[in-house]
């Protein structure tokens, strides 16, 4: 439980300049499986008046031992008097991203979805999920509720709320699938904004926490490849090639007028609490940037 006399995780990371880039989680590929209402702590495990905890352990499992992540979603807003149970899997590595929808008519049919999403269609629209789950943590429900509903105002029918996507500190977080696009501190800017840059082709670098289906150093390398060329586009600077020389990572980045190398150098931050539940601090890894120039 958080320190009711601690600043809020959040507002901490803000106060000490925590840099946002190459800290998108892991995430080659993504179920999103509707489920309305109030989330435990863990929204599959812990809210048994929308789900039985145990068939909740059994939908998740399923979809982790597949290599998946899983997260639940809900409309922001008010709850339906009465449920629906649909769903969302989405592949995000490059040059291969699809984003598949269906519903089933309880949620234990989400046991039998095809993990290829194949008894489902194909969606051409995004999937905007907003992080709100505040059971899991508080700034999640207070900075992501707000950007969740400034979304929906204007993209209502791809917006949702989700549970938890990882860097509770970085709130608001969202995730635009396919491609995996990780954001934080939407609520701090023009939120409906980045989605329209999405549609555009565009990134916003500034809030972009990076990309889940590539590494971390591939992460930080097109942050600040971005930062120097100004190259915003969505499909750019596929990676090439990531080596590990001695104590630094050399990455390889195609870019707008050909190939980019980018050495990079590992730090660990100072202890910091990562979230506002946390009891004990660590240390996280962090990425600078040692040389950039052209191949």
Known sequence: ???????????????????????????HAWALLELSGGWGPSAFLDSPSILDPVLGRAIARRFETAGMRVAAVRRPGRR?????????????DEGREALYRGEVSEPGGYLDIALDGGDGERCA??????????????????RGRVAAAAIAARYPDITWECSHL???RFAATMLILPEGLCYGRIDST?????????FDGLVDNGHLRGRTSLPHAVQAAQYFVREASGDARIRALSPVQVDHVDDTIRVILDGRSGQVEVVLAEQLSEPLLS?????VAGRVRTFVLKSMSAV
């Open 1 to 27: 439980m958080a320190d009711a006399r601690r600043p809020p995780c959040s507002d901490q990371s803000l106060a000490r300049g925590d840099a946002m880039y190459a800290t998108a989680s892991a995430g």
């Open 80 to 92: 339906p008097a009465t449920p629906r149970w649909r769903w969302f899997i989405a592949f995000c």
């Open 125 to 142: 629209d995004p999937v905007v999920a907003v992080c709100a789950h505040g059971r899991h943590d508080q700034c999640c429900a207070v």
């Open 166 to 168: 990882g860097g509770d």
């Open 190 to 198: 023009d939120t409906a904004g980045l989605v329209s840059r999405y």
């Open 275 to 279: 979230m506002c539940r946390a009891a």
